[in-house]
């Protein structure tokens, strides 16, 4: 069990420093507009992908939030990360930034199971409040 809420806290920290944190304190840089643009997107998406990613982190470090919450915001960091790496593939080709997001996702798919694991083996102790 100790292990699984370890594993939990270490993915999801990183998941909410580098989805959360990160995008909160850059998106409204030249640099973070200029990669919305170079992948072909309104300069109105990266604001919102910020408010997107930064709720969904939010949903997934406070215990408090309903699983049914939780479960969303997994979905939605899924999909970004989905849709990033082939945004930037279809783009810029197979590079770095193509398979980037998707360690990511690995590490978020790492977050979910150990979420998981915690609330099958210890329902009585979840990590979040249940609906």
């Known amino acids: 069990m100790k292990k699984h ?3 939990f806290w270490v993915t999801t920290t990183i998941i909410f420093l580098f989805e959360g944190v990160m995008p909160a304190l850059t998106s409204h840089t030249e640099m973070a507009r200029a990669a919305i643009s170079h992948l ?4 109105y998406f990266g604001p919102m992908l910020m408010i997107f990613k930064v ?5 997934l470090i406070i215990p408090a939030i309903p699983r049914r ?4 915001a997994y979905a939605g960091l899924a999909f970004d990360f989905i849709a990033a790496s082939v945004s930037n593939s279809v ?3 197979f590079g770095f930034n193509t398979f980037f997001p998707l360690i ?4 978020l798919i790492l977050s979910y199971i150990s979420l998981e694991k915690i609330d099958r083996y ?3 102790s979840s990590l979040q409040a249940t609906v």
């Open 40 to 43: 072909g997107y309104p300069a």
């Open 69 to 72: 919450v939780k479960e969303w």
């Open 5 to 7: 809420k370890i594993t």
């Open 91 to 93: 783009v810029d080709g």
């Open 55 to 59: 709720s969904g982190t939010i949903a």
């Open 104 to 107: 990511f996702l690995g590490i």
């Open 122 to 124: 210890s329902p009585s």
